[in-house]
């Protein structure tokens, strides 16, 4: 597939990553840097032009694209390029990161002339409230409208024995639910009945939203459920996640400085309680009693802020720690000191626009340990080799299927089931094979 | 002492002009009366010069100022001098009457501002012994004054080139005007078109009742009488003993009215036209009004019945139609309630204090402010635990502006505060030059002419008349009705030299 992506920030960069091996990738930003670093790194054709222009388009050679991409930070440079795309490449997918609600609302009603719009907060806020629906999980994403959710752990040494220690064919696993991988380091099993949990693992588990708040007790037993979570930031990304947790039933609590912006969520959002404070100031966080919300999210602009606020809430004896990410580099830090999930919106963008990639047949797609793994949500062709096999006698490639969609219903397959052509799998692999793994299914 | 500048920063002829102006057209309100006293073969004379002397001030003032237009500023002074000179044209009448009840200017000059500013509350001892040419021009002058004068200037005048905007903010009652549409004169095209439907309603109702035998006392100068005076919250009757003589089922038809006249226009505007009757029902202010206005009610049925002064439906007749004629600022009366029990006569003089809706032609402080007040105050105190919390007041759904509700704090102060100072002056004259009241007369006196609600307790119950009162305290309660009409902020601007300088 041609790829065409306006962008070489932290965004696109993530995206080469994730597409270079497989696609044909022209890469179009105003800053020559960026780009030589990026033909350094991989194989990809750069173009020092501004995408905003629509000769620079024409001339960079986008009429036979497939896909066009555009992710730069700048929303109207998105759209613009978008729309010149459309006309340069009428028959070419096209995609636009935006921050602006107002965009994505002009999408859904169809008034806008691209095909799909990604949008960092929004992708961030879902990301952030997945994982504090399930409290132990540190990442979890959703398929099939929420049917199936694929959910990340860690294993502690409090979880409870039913299914830590034992053989897996004799541990009780939550019903509806498959484990997809264990991972103990650098080392990744897919798990056989005499394959044993041990504590320090982590574990990717496919099932029901009911199996996963089930594992979740199981993980870390006495957390119950949420609500009443803490957001520092109040900015776009802070007040996406408060509107999203909002959604979930989940009280919210923000603390912004800046008076400004603290009004707008106020009037914005009348459920929320906003403060207009750092947060940084013991005596607040003391008053307002901050160290009894269940979980806090770390939402502000400077990755240094966020790790020491995350810092002083786990101090005042916040279980539940969230931070974002700005800097790739940052991760490392905040998961040494402690902070319990940590989220990059680039890398949250990434995903979701990198989906639009991948096989038509495949509607989603998740990455899990960085890019390690993914999850995808494929439609079997009648011709696959595995249609009319049940799942024991199925050959192993190095995937496991998780759950399947039959009819729009979310089935949590027994080794006994017979796949039927037409059947939309959730199948959980390593990148490497994502490729194999579309041929044979 | 630094150099100060001598200049003033108002265009007072400017302003001039325009008083000018809507003196001019406000005197051709004179033919109304003149033709009931033809009518009536009474004297037109008395409203023809009235008119005349009017339209030639007016002319005069008119070319004295400059054509040009006015501004922000000059609109205080334009709404302030304009209620001050259309009562004094409303007193020529009385003058030129030569009814001896009103014969003296300071007199006059009650009555008329009463009238205009739809308090209510007379000087006359016998009213049914006027003219009907005379009582009618009282009910006029307060169906005119209850919309407006401004704004129905506004809403008939072709080309008043003035900032429409302010100067129907600084007149219609209520924090702030809610356009019907973008344009204001629409808005006031409108809301005057309701007023007149709605005045028309009542008048053909009652008139009704009394060609049906409902009520024999109810004719058809009675019934527009009764609807120039109920619209506006006024209070005038040509009755001497206002309603206590007229039918029950009359009585409970004013209260419905009463009611309706107390209530947001623009929101009653919008449920007829949108024809959704449950509309008003959604808005915060209407469905508290109405909850008080129950309350109030039911609580002086209650002491009225456990009491042993009325019983059954009488009880529940007086109590409803006494709590929302105070409430509503009308100042009309069933019964003497002067004689009714200490905790009755309290609950009344609370009520002068609640008033109607925003938008409404009611006075006194109104519904919404004491909404708003209490729900920065409930802020207040969750500030005090949580100091940080950000908490924007709301207003059905809507965030009601920082600077808005502080003007409703500061309205809140300065109207108690000029109660506090008509009741002290009052307190002080009657002391010295009689005649002798009780202190809960004076209160009543103050917060009923500030409150433009009418009626007071003792002499000046709405059976009796403000005529006892020395010429010090008429003046002050003629004061009293001028600020409260005006709602008090564009009067004490005016007193401030920040308004006359750069």
Redesign the interface.
């Known amino acids: 597939m041609k790829v065409f992506l306006v962008g070489a920030g932290q965004v696109g960069t993530t995206i080469v990553e994730a597409l270079h091996e497989e696609h044909e990738l022209t890469v179009l930003d105003t800053d020559s840097t960026r780009l030589t670093s990026l033909s350094y790194a991989y194989d990809v054709r750069t173009v020092e032009a501004d995408g905003a222009s629509r000769r620079a388009l024409a001339g960079a050679g986008v009429a036979d694209t497939d896909l066009f991409l555009a992710c730069t930070s700048r929303d109207e440079v998105n759209l613009v390029a978008a729309s010149f795309a459309r006309v340069e490449a009428p028959s070419a997918t096209t995609v636009i990161r935006t921050a602006n609600v107002e965009y994505i609302d002009l999408w859904r009603e169809g008034r806008l002339d691209v095909d799909f719009v990604v949008s960092s907060e929004r992708e961030t806020a879902h990301a952030i409230a997945r994982v504090i629906g399930v409290p132990a999980a540190l990442e979890t994403d959703v398929f099939a409208d929420g049917q199936v959710q694929i959910v990340e752990f860690d294993v502690t040494e409090g979880a409870s024995p039913d299914v830590v220690g034992p053989p897996l064919r004799n541990a009780r696993i939550p019903a509806d639910s498959r484990i997809a991988s264990i991972i103990s380091g650098e080392s990744m099993i897919l798990p056989r009945g005499d394959a044993v949990i041990r504590p320090g693992d982590r574990l990717v588990v496919i099932g029901s939203p009911e199996s996963a708040q089930e594992w979740s007790k199981l993980l870390s037993p006495g957390g119950g459920t949420v609500d009443d979570v803490v957001v520092y930031g109040g900015g776009q990304v802070g007040a996406a996640i408060a509107r999203q947790l909002l959604e979930q039933r989940i009280g919210v609590r923000v603390i912004e400085p800046s008076r400004e912006r603290?009004?707008r969520?106020?009037?914005e959002l009348?459920e929320v309680?906003?403060?207009?404070?750092t947060g940084l100031d013991p005596d607040?966080v003391e008053?307002?009693r901050i160290g009894q919300a269940q979980a806090a999210v770390f939402a502000m602009r400077e990755d240094a802020l966020n790790h020491y606020a995350a810092t002083l809430a786990r101090v005042h004896g916040v279980p539940f720690t969230i931070a974002i990410v700005h800097d790739a580099i940052a991760r490392e830090v905040y998961e040494h000191s402690g902070i319990d999930v940590t989220v990059n919106p680039r890398q949250v963008t990434a995903e979701e626009i990198v989906r639009f990639a991948h096989d038509p047949r495949t509607q989603q797609v998740a990455m899990l340990e960085g890019n390690r793994f993914e999850v995808l949500d494929i439609t079997t062709k009648p011709t696959s080799e595995y249609v009319g096999l049940r799942f024991r006698d199925m050959p192993i490639r190095g995937a496991l299927i998780g759950a399947i969609v039959r009819d729009g219903r979310a089935v949590f397959p027994r080794s006994d089931d017979v796949l039927q052509a037409g059947d939309r799998v959730i199948v959980f692999t390593e990148t490497s094979r994502v490729p194999v793994v579309e041929k044979v299914l | 002492v630094g150099p100060r500048s001598t200049g003033l920063a108002v265009d007072v002829r400017a302003a001039t002009s325009l008083c000018g102006t809507l003196l001019k057209y406000l005197s051709a309100s004179a033919l109304f009366p003149a033709a009931i006293a033809l009518g009536y073969r009474e004297n037109p004379l008395p409203f023809l010069a009235a008119g005349a002397i009017a339209a030639a001030t007016g002319l005069a003032l008119e070319r004295v100022g400059s054509s040009a237009g006015i501004s922000f500023r000059e609109g205080y002074l334009v709404v302030v001098a304009t209620w001050l000179l259309a009562s004094a044209y409303g007193a020529l009448p009385y003058l030129l009457s030569g009814e001896e009840q009103v014969d003296r200017p300071v007199d006059a000059f009650f009555e008329a501002m009463s009238g205009f500013t739809t308090t209510g509350g007379t000087i006359l001892t016998d009213i049914e012994s006027l003219d009907q040419s005379l009582l009618m021009w009282r009910q006029f002058t307060h169906w005119l004054g209850g919309m407006g004068i401004i704004v129905l200037a506004l809403a008939v005048l072709p080309r008043l080139r003035v900032g429409g905007r302010q100067l129907l903010e600084s007149e219609m009652p209520g924090p702030e005007v809610e356009p019907l549409i973008d344009r204001i004169r629409g808005t006031a095209q409108r809301l005057w078109l309701l007023y007149v439907a709605l005045t028309a309603v009542e008048a053909a109702v009652f008139t009704l009742f009394g060609v049906v035998g409902v009520d024999r006392r109810m004719g058809w100068f009675e019934a527009v009488s009764a609807a120039f005076s109920t619209l506006p919250t006024g209070g005038f009757m040509p009755e001497n003993r206002s309603w206590e003589e007229f039918a029950a089922a009359s009585q409970w038809v004013a209260v419905g009215f009463m009611v309706l006249a107390g209530a947001n226009l623009a929101v009653t505007y919008r449920a007829i036209m949108r024809r959704q009757p449950g509309l008003p029902f959604r808005d915060e202010e209407v469905r508290i009004y109405l909850a008080v206005l129950t309350a109030a009610g039911a609580l002086l049925a209650m002491e009225l019945a456990s009491e042993g002064v009325q019983e059954g439906e009488a009880a529940i007749r007086h109590g409803a139609f006494q709590a929302i004629s105070i409430m509503t600022t009308t100042g009309f009366a069933t019964v003497d309630y002067t004689a009714w029990p200490t905790l009755a006569a309290l609950t009344l003089i609370v009520l002068m204090f609640v008033g109607g809706s925003a938008g409404s032609t009611s006075g006194s402080i109104k519904i919404v402010r004491h909404l708003l007040l209490g729900k920065a105050l409930r802020r207040e105190l969750r500030q005090t635990v949580?100091p940080?919390?950000?908490?924007?007041v709301?207003f059905n759904g809507a965030?009601i502006d920082e600077r808005a509700l502080r003007g409703v704090t500061s309205f809140i102060l300065l109207y108690l505060g000029v109660f506090a100072l008509g009741a002290a002056v009052i307190a002080v004259d009657t002391a010295i030059q009689g005649p002798g009241l009780s202190a809960i007369d004076v209160i009543a006196a103050s917060a009923s002419m500030l409150g433009n609600v009418g009626p007071g307790f003792g002499d000046a119950n709405p059976m009796g008349t403000f005529a006892g009162f020395s010429d010090v305290s008429t003046l002050t309660m003629t004061a009293l009705m001028w600020l409260g009409r005006l709602e008090v902020i564009p009067l004490v601007v005016l007193a401030t030299r920040h308004y006359w300088r750069v």
């Open positions: 603290a009004w969520l106020a009037e009348p309680r906003v403060y207009q404070a607040f008053r307002e | 949580h940080e919390l950000v908490l924007p709301r965030v």
